[in-house]
């Protein structure tokens, strides 16, 4: 299964479009990114300058693709189905995708401000886990947040995510190392490894 190569998806909800885009959307990314830089900088690790350019996006997006189609990742962008040229919304990402007898992942997730308090990232995980469980065949996704974080808290806690523990200085973000919960998600319906 690692060296599968897989199409890429196009998870439709009720609300949104989740996609690996092509490199012609870099300059959207961008403009989201940029857009969003003070909203997410407390939940953010460092960013060199190239991050918030085209150039980067391009390159970026180029090797999600590669990455994807070698087992290895799922980066989507959330598109809105309620504007007119489909608004980026937020992006979801599983990566570290492993095989073997872990059949695991790590997702990640942020959300554009002005999208905040409105169910979108719940209802884009609800059709972005489905897929990873029942089309990639993950026997588990892990997501991790600092614990003041009290939206991701929430979310995690309604999609039935479990806390698997705490780590002290986890990740560095924000400017420092940052505490974490440990949560996961388990696919019961997964009783062996393909």
């Given amino acids: 299964m690692a060296n599968k190569i ?51 996006w391009r390159e970026k997006l180029l090797a999600s693709q590669e990455d994807f189609r070698q087992g290895k990742a799922l980066e989507l962008v959330l598109f809105s189905k309620e504007t007119p040229l489909g608004s980026i919304v937020g992006q979801c990402s599983f990566t570290g995708i492993s095989r073997g007898p872990f059949q695991a992942c790590y997702l990640g997730y942020n959300l554009d401000y002005r999208a905040v308090g409105h169910g979108y990232m719940f209802e884009a995980l609800t059709g972005a886990i489905a897929y990873v469980f029942d089309d990639l065949k993950l026997h588990r996704i892990m997501a991790n947040y600092i614990p003041t974080n009290e939206r991701s808290a929430k979310l995690l806690r309604r999609l039935n995510f479990l806390t698997d523990g705490y780590s002290r200085d986890y990740l560095f973000i924000a400017g420092r190392w940052q505490d974490h919960v440990l949560t996961s998600l388990t696919n019961y319906e997964m009783t062996t490894v393909t």
């Fill in 6 to 56: 897989y199409e890429i998806p196009v998870i439709e909800t009720a609300r949104l479009v989740l996609t690996l885009p092509d490199v012609d959307e870099a300059p959207r990314l961008v403009t989201y990114i940029k857009d969003n830089v003070e909203h997410l900088a407390p939940w953010s690790p460092p960013r060199p300058e190239k991050y918030y350019t085209e150039d980067f």
